[in-house]
């Protein structure tokens, strides 16, 4: 079965550092998304992008936050300052076009990101 | 905007006891979508179920099934037969027609005991 795959699965990094968070989606899926859930809370929506573009985001994709997708395979998050708070499991999320019900969303296993 | 309400924050259980886990949503759309996915200690999301609106038949897939009631906007989940296995944290989701994502409720951790 196609898998969203997600890369690396833990990162260390110091406050303040850049990272990036990569995904390979499913191919022949048009949709993507970022998720967050902070240790012990509730997964949290930050971003979808269709069409080479951001769909929608919420209040949490601030200005230092940004997705790109940058050869048609890998879809990244980055972190332009890391800080404390951003320490979470961070989870790319993919789908095909059409119908939610009828394709839904196929999660990667994650990136749990610790920030020192 | 779409809202999941998961009001147990934890659950605990004997082995082989039923449990439920209650689902409530909130949306404006006449077309939405409603999953339920697992997260058990390893981290990952493991989906379970999909339902959209139009569609209130009720499901069961092995110890598992579902009820789904528009009337009272719930989609509650529930193990037959709990087993250690089916401990994990329990993530009610919804999504609009109207918007490209996929809301979560906080989520309940069921722990089943030996």
């Known amino acids: 079965e196609p898998e969203v795959t997600q890369t690396p699965s833990h990162q260390v990094t110091q406050m303040g550092q850049e990272v990036i968070l990569r995904c390979v989606p499913i191919?022949?899926?048009?949709?993507f998304y970022w998720y967050r859930q902070i240790l012990g809370q509730k997964v949290e929506f930050l971003v979808s992008?269709?069409?080479?573009?951001?769909?929608?985001k919420s209040e949490i994709f601030d200005d230092q936050f940004s997705v790109e997708r940058p050869d048609g395979s890998n879809f990244t998050l980055k972190i332009r300052s890391t800080k404390l708070e951003d320490s979470a499991m961070y989870f790319c999320?993919?789908?095909?076009?059409?119908?939610?019900?009828?394709?839904?969303?196929?999660f990667g296993s994650g990136t749990r990101l610790t920030v020192v | 905007a779409q809202k999941v309400t998961q009001a147990q924050t934890e659950i605990s259980v004997v082995e082989k006891e039923d449990v439920t886990l209650d689902c409530v949503y909130e949306?404006?759309?006449?077309?939405?979508?409603l999953f339920w996915y697992k997260q058990p200690p390893s981290g990952e999301l493991v989906f379970l179920i999909r339902?959209?609106?139009?569609?209130?038949q009720n499901e069961i897939s092995g110890r598992y099934s579902w009820n789904f009631q528009k009337s009272t906007s719930s989609f509650n989940f529930t193990i037959t037969a709990s087993q250690v296995v089916d401990s994990a944290v329990y993530f009610c989701?919804?999504?609009?027609?109207?918007?490209?994502?996929?809301?979560f409720g906080a989520g309940t951790r069921l722990t089943v005991k030996p």
């Open positions: 989701a919804l999504s609009e027609v109207n918007n490209n994502d996929m809301r």
């Open positions: 339902r959209n609106s139009f569609d209130e």
């Open positions: 992008f269709y069409n080479n573009e951001i769909s929608e």
């Open positions: 191919s022949n899926h048009l949709y």
């Open positions: 999320a993919s789908r095909p076009p059409g119908q939610v019900a009828n394709y839904g969303y196929t």
């Open positions: 949306t404006r759309d006449t077309t939405y979508y």
